[in-house]
């Protein structure tokens, strides 16, 4: 399977890169679109539908390839993916709820595949990912693989998940991918490292945390993140939003960690709003600000894969959560750096708002300020 990528500032431009990268013969099926402007939507749609080409296709604030970070407001992975092998579905939720939408994203795959491989991206910040993961696995199989990123705006987590024929604000996008004949692989790693003691959360309801330790939950995280954690104190909803950084590591039985960012406080009764599902008893520590070692984390996962399953691939897709972009600073250009030389092929990726991927061999999760790789290899 042949895949490259090609970027552009309109729509006519990559009009152009598109024709630019067929003249030599090569006929992609399948195009990973990434885009900022939401307005060039229909206009790309129109292009690749002409030319016979599947659309997996977003909105978001900043995406990267091979070549690093992308000014450019599209950029695009094309790949000629044999069609028989994968599918692309979009099932908005607006008139039902996220896990009735992965529920039926999970039918499908079942249907159309022995083996099926779900790359996700859905859109609507306040959807619950938990559900989404929980909606397809109900439907598939508890150990699908299930890969992806939340797609939106950083600043107001609007946007768009497209096809070539529709197009949702509050849906989910997936790729159904037979991995009876591509080879899919990937982990979702944050390489953050942990700090003071272990706490425990005492009093939560549904993403609220109000107490830990039976300490009130604002107070207990403001003590150790400091107030420079609030981006403002303006808000309309009494809430004080948070910076995405500094997670709080869930601890697995596995021994793996799962991160919880804090989203919002509540002054009113001093709970927290966490980026995905807690339970009463769970246990956490903080992290600390990142380093190279953070990096190198991320890094090597993709290395042991290379070197023990996979040792080349056709193509990489990265949904890096964008919480990271804000807390690495100039570090990200490395990370992005380390991940495209591991296979040394075409990648293309996002800074989503939340991540879907596997910690190691067990079940895939929700995450926040991770990363969440996947290779592609045509069997």
Known sequence: MKAITIKGTTPAGIEAALAE???DGFKPTLAIITLTKVENTEAIQAIFDRNGIAIFGLSTSQKFTEQGLESDDIAVMLMDMNPAYFSIMLNDYKDSSAYEAGHRAGLAGKNLFANPGFIISPIDFGVSGDKLIRGITDAADEEVSIMGGVAGNLYDGLGLVFTNASSSSSGLLSLII????????GFAVSG????????TITKVEGLWVFTIDHEPAMNVIQRFLGNEMIVS????????????GYPLQFERASGHVIMRPALFFNPTNQSVMLAGEVKEGDRFRFSLPP??????KVVESARTVKEMEMPDADAMLVFSCVGRLGSFGPLIDTEI????????????GFFSLGEFGKLDEGRCEWHGTTVSWVALKEK
């Open 21 to 23: 990268s067929t003249k």
């Open 178 to 185: 037979d991995r009876d004949k591509i080879l899919i692989n």
């Open 192 to 199: 953050w490292k942990p700090v003071g003691t272990t706490k």
């Open 233 to 244: 104190a303006d808000s309309t909803n009494g809430l004080l939003p948070t910076e995405l």
């Open 291 to 296: 380093d190279f070692d953070v990096i190198e």
């Open 337 to 348: 750096e380390g991940l495209a030389s591991i296979w040394n092929k075409p990648m293309l």
